[in-house]
Protein backbone atom coordinates (compact mmCIF):
# COMPACT_ATOMS: atom_id res chain seq x y z
CA UNK A 1 0.00 0.00 0.00
CA UNK A 2 1.10 3.79 -0.42
CA UNK A 3 1.28 5.72 2.51
CA UNK A 4 2.37 9.20 1.15
CA UNK A 5 1.10 12.04 2.82
CA UNK A 6 2.23 15.48 1.87
CA UNK A 7 1.06 17.72 4.72
CA UNK A 8 -0.15 21.99 4.60
CA UNK A 9 -1.18 23.49 7.52
CA UNK A 10 -2.90 26.41 5.95
CA UNK A 11 -3.30 28.33 2.32
CA UNK A 12 -2.14 31.28 4.30
CA UNK A 13 1.09 29.13 4.94
CA UNK A 14 1.84 27.92 1.73
CA UNK A 15 1.21 31.28 0.48
CA UNK A 16 4.13 32.97 2.70
CA UNK A 17 6.41 30.41 1.39
CA UNK A 18 5.67 31.55 -1.54
CA UNK A 19 6.44 34.81 -0.93
CA UNK A 20 9.46 34.06 1.13
CA UNK A 21 10.70 31.66 -2.01
CA UNK A 22 10.60 34.65 -4.67
CA UNK A 23 11.98 37.60 -2.16
CA UNK A 24 15.26 36.65 -3.78
CA UNK A 25 13.88 38.18 -7.26
CA UNK A 26 14.45 41.45 -8.80
CA UNK A 27 11.35 43.05 -9.64
CA UNK A 28 10.40 45.47 -12.11
CA UNK A 29 7.23 47.65 -12.36
CA UNK A 30 4.88 44.47 -11.99
CA UNK A 31 5.34 44.52 -8.23
CA UNK A 32 3.27 45.81 -4.75
CA UNK A 33 4.25 48.04 -2.33
CA UNK A 34 6.19 45.86 -0.37
CA UNK A 35 8.47 44.94 -2.93
CA UNK A 36 6.67 41.75 -4.06
CA UNK A 37 5.97 40.66 -7.42
CA UNK A 38 2.00 40.81 -7.69
CA UNK A 39 0.27 37.69 -8.77
CA UNK A 40 -2.83 35.39 -9.07
CA UNK A 41 -2.84 32.19 -7.46
CA UNK A 42 -5.00 28.42 -9.00
CA UNK A 43 -4.92 24.95 -8.99
CA UNK A 44 -4.61 23.27 -12.17
CA UNK A 45 -3.32 20.02 -13.68
CA UNK A 46 0.09 20.01 -15.45
CA UNK A 47 -0.02 18.62 -18.54
CA UNK A 48 2.05 16.77 -21.15
CA UNK A 49 2.36 18.34 -24.54
CA UNK A 50 -0.54 16.63 -26.38
CA UNK A 51 1.41 16.26 -30.08
CA UNK A 52 5.03 15.84 -31.15
CA UNK A 53 6.82 19.60 -31.00
CA UNK A 54 3.20 21.14 -29.16
CA UNK A 55 3.80 22.78 -25.76
CA UNK A 56 3.28 21.38 -22.00
CA UNK A 57 0.79 23.36 -20.16
CA UNK A 58 -1.87 23.58 -17.57
CA UNK A 59 -5.44 23.54 -17.42
CA UNK A 60 -7.11 25.63 -15.05
CA UNK A 61 -10.73 24.59 -15.55
CA UNK A 62 -13.03 22.47 -18.57
CA UNK A 63 -12.08 25.41 -21.25
CA UNK A 64 -9.18 27.10 -20.17
CA UNK A 65 -5.22 26.23 -20.32
CA UNK A 66 -2.10 28.47 -19.63
CA UNK A 67 1.64 27.83 -20.73
CA UNK A 68 4.08 28.77 -19.25
CA UNK A 69 6.21 31.81 -20.84
CA UNK A 70 9.46 31.01 -18.58
CA UNK A 71 9.30 27.37 -18.42
CA UNK A 72 10.12 25.63 -21.73
CA UNK A 73 9.87 21.81 -20.06
CA UNK A 74 7.00 19.85 -18.20
CA UNK A 75 8.50 20.57 -14.55
CA UNK A 76 7.71 16.82 -13.64
CA UNK A 77 8.95 14.81 -16.91
CA UNK A 78 5.02 14.78 -18.27
CA UNK A 79 3.40 13.48 -15.21
CA UNK A 80 0.18 14.69 -14.65
CA UNK A 81 -0.49 16.01 -11.32
CA UNK A 82 -2.62 18.87 -9.69
CA UNK A 83 -0.38 21.66 -8.64
CA UNK A 84 -0.95 25.03 -7.35
CA UNK A 85 0.70 27.81 -9.38
CA UNK A 86 1.41 31.58 -8.65
CA UNK A 87 1.73 33.41 -12.06
CA UNK A 88 1.11 36.64 -13.59
CA UNK A 89 1.77 38.83 -16.64
CA UNK A 90 -1.28 36.90 -18.38
CA UNK A 91 -1.99 37.13 -21.80
CA UNK A 92 -4.23 36.20 -23.87
CA UNK A 93 -3.40 34.12 -26.91
CA UNK A 94 -5.16 32.81 -29.90
CA UNK A 95 -7.75 29.99 -29.27
CA UNK A 96 -7.72 26.46 -30.66
CA UNK A 97 -10.10 24.28 -31.70
CA UNK A 98 -9.89 22.24 -28.53
CA UNK A 99 -9.38 24.95 -26.09
CA UNK A 100 -11.82 28.00 -26.42
CA UNK A 101 -9.69 30.10 -23.90
CA UNK A 102 -5.53 29.89 -24.07
CA UNK A 103 -3.39 32.39 -21.88
CA UNK A 104 0.17 32.85 -21.05
CA UNK A 105 1.64 33.71 -18.42
CA UNK A 106 5.24 34.15 -16.11
CA UNK A 107 5.10 31.27 -13.81
CA UNK A 108 6.54 32.17 -10.29
CA UNK A 109 6.13 29.07 -8.10
CA UNK A 110 4.48 25.09 -9.04
CA UNK A 111 3.47 23.45 -5.77
CA UNK A 112 2.67 20.05 -6.50
CA UNK A 113 -1.02 18.25 -4.83
CA UNK A 114 -0.64 14.92 -3.65
CA UNK A 115 -2.15 13.35 -6.66
CA UNK A 116 -3.39 9.57 -5.90
CA UNK A 117 -6.05 7.30 -8.36
CA UNK A 118 -9.54 6.04 -6.64
CA UNK A 119 -9.30 2.54 -4.92
CA UNK A 120 -12.06 0.16 -5.15
CA UNK A 121 -14.43 -1.02 -2.70
CA UNK A 122 -13.40 -4.39 -0.46
CA UNK A 123 -15.25 -6.31 1.56
CA UNK A 124 -13.51 -4.89 5.12
CA UNK A 125 -13.61 -1.37 3.89
CA UNK A 126 -12.67 -0.40 7.53
CA UNK A 127 -10.22 -2.93 8.32
CA UNK A 128 -8.04 -2.39 4.55
CA UNK A 129 -8.59 1.10 4.22
CA UNK A 130 -8.72 2.44 7.96
CA UNK A 131 -12.23 4.67 9.84
CA UNK A 132 -10.52 7.13 11.56
CA UNK A 133 -12.74 10.60 11.47
CA UNK A 134 -11.71 13.61 8.81
CA UNK A 135 -12.89 17.13 8.11
CA UNK A 136 -13.38 17.92 5.04
CA UNK A 137 -13.20 21.69 4.13
CA UNK A 138 -15.80 23.81 2.35
CA UNK A 139 -13.57 26.14 0.63
CA UNK A 140 -12.55 27.04 -3.41
CA UNK A 141 -9.48 24.42 -3.20
CA UNK A 142 -12.12 21.72 -2.34
CA UNK A 143 -13.81 20.80 -5.91
CA UNK A 144 -14.63 18.25 -8.84
CA UNK A 145 -12.70 19.45 -12.24
CA UNK A 146 -10.81 18.35 -15.03
CA UNK A 147 -11.08 14.45 -14.25
CA UNK A 148 -10.35 15.17 -10.38
CA UNK A 149 -11.67 15.65 -6.91
CA UNK A 150 -9.23 17.92 -4.95
CA UNK A 151 -10.09 17.61 -1.52
CA UNK A 152 -8.45 20.14 1.68
CA UNK A 153 -9.17 18.09 4.89
CA UNK A 154 -8.36 18.48 8.66
CA UNK A 155 -7.36 16.04 11.13
CA UNK A 156 -4.88 15.31 13.96
CA UNK A 157 -1.36 14.30 13.21
CA UNK A 158 2.12 14.60 14.50
CA UNK A 159 4.73 12.42 16.14
CA UNK A 160 5.80 11.94 12.47
CA UNK A 161 3.54 9.12 11.67
CA UNK A 162 2.07 8.88 8.08
CA UNK A 163 -1.59 8.68 7.79
CA UNK A 164 -3.36 7.59 4.58
CA UNK A 165 -6.11 9.00 2.38
CA UNK A 166 -8.01 7.25 0.22
CA UNK A 167 -11.45 7.65 -2.36
CA UNK A 168 -13.45 4.72 -3.34
CA UNK A 169 -16.45 4.78 -5.53
CA UNK A 170 -19.29 3.27 -3.69
CA UNK A 171 -20.97 0.68 -6.40
CA UNK A 172 -23.28 -0.52 -3.56
CA UNK A 173 -25.55 2.24 -3.48
CA UNK A 174 -28.33 3.73 -5.81
CA UNK A 175 -26.47 7.01 -6.92
CA UNK A 176 -23.76 5.78 -9.39
CA UNK A 177 -21.93 8.79 -8.87
CA UNK A 178 -21.10 8.15 -5.18
CA UNK A 179 -17.47 8.11 -3.51
CA UNK A 180 -16.47 7.82 -0.01
CA UNK A 181 -13.02 9.69 1.30
CA UNK A 182 -11.75 7.43 4.08
CA UNK A 183 -9.32 8.48 6.43
CA UNK A 184 -6.50 5.71 8.50
CA UNK A 185 -4.26 7.77 11.10
CA UNK A 186 -2.11 4.57 11.48
CA UNK A 187 -2.60 5.48 15.39
CA UNK A 188 -1.96 8.92 15.17
CA UNK A 189 -4.99 10.60 16.56
CA UNK A 190 -3.59 13.22 19.23
CA UNK A 191 -1.48 15.54 17.54
CA UNK A 192 -2.19 18.85 16.47
CA UNK A 193 -4.73 20.30 14.40
CA UNK A 194 -3.86 20.74 10.25
CA UNK A 195 -4.76 20.16 7.04
CA UNK A 196 -3.89 18.48 4.06
CA UNK A 197 -4.38 18.49 0.26
CA UNK A 198 -5.27 15.42 -2.09
CA UNK A 199 -6.71 15.24 -5.26
CA UNK A 200 -7.50 11.87 -6.72
CA UNK A 201 -8.12 11.17 -10.60
CA UNK A 202 -11.54 10.34 -11.04
CA UNK A 203 -11.84 6.58 -12.63
CA UNK A 204 -13.29 6.45 -16.22
CA UNK A 205 -16.80 5.73 -15.48
CA UNK A 206 -17.20 9.43 -13.85
CA UNK A 207 -16.37 10.64 -17.62
CA UNK A 208 -18.45 8.39 -19.91
CA UNK A 209 -21.16 10.91 -21.05
CA UNK A 210 -21.37 14.68 -22.06
CA UNK A 211 -23.63 15.90 -19.85
CA UNK A 212 -22.20 17.10 -15.94
CA UNK A 213 -23.38 15.17 -13.30
CA UNK A 214 -23.87 15.39 -9.93
CA UNK A 215 -20.85 13.67 -7.59
CA UNK A 216 -21.82 12.79 -3.68
CA UNK A 217 -18.95 12.58 -1.33
CA UNK A 218 -19.24 10.70 1.87
CA UNK A 219 -16.60 10.84 5.33
CA UNK A 220 -16.91 10.20 8.81
CA UNK A 221 -16.19 13.32 10.58
CA UNK A 222 -15.49 14.09 14.13
CA UNK A 223 -19.53 14.85 14.45
CA UNK A 224 -20.49 11.65 12.44
CA UNK A 225 -20.95 10.73 9.18
CA UNK A 226 -21.38 14.16 6.51
CA UNK A 227 -21.97 14.15 2.54
CA UNK A 228 -21.31 16.97 0.02
CA UNK A 229 -22.23 17.46 -3.53
CA UNK A 230 -20.50 18.75 -6.74
CA UNK A 231 -21.21 19.59 -9.96
CA UNK A 232 -18.81 17.62 -12.51
CA UNK A 233 -18.50 18.27 -16.57
CA UNK A 234 -16.88 14.80 -17.64
CA UNK A 235 -13.35 15.07 -19.23
CA UNK A 236 -12.76 14.50 -22.38
CA UNK A 237 -9.15 13.92 -22.53
Given at each position: ?E???K ?32 F ?12 E ?67 P ?73 A ?12 N ?30
Amino acid sequence: MEYIMKKIKTLMLLMAVMLTAVSLQSCDTDCDNNGYPTFNLATVTLKAPQTEGAKWYMQLDDSTVIYAKNIASHPYENKELRAYIRYNELQRDMASSKFPYEYSANILTIDTILTKKMDPMVENMAEVYGNDPVEVIDSWETVAEDGYLNIRFRTRWGNNIKHRVTLVHRTDVNNPYTVEFIHNAHGDINGHVADGMVAFRLDDCFNKGDEPIEITLKWKSYSGEETAKFKYIPRKD
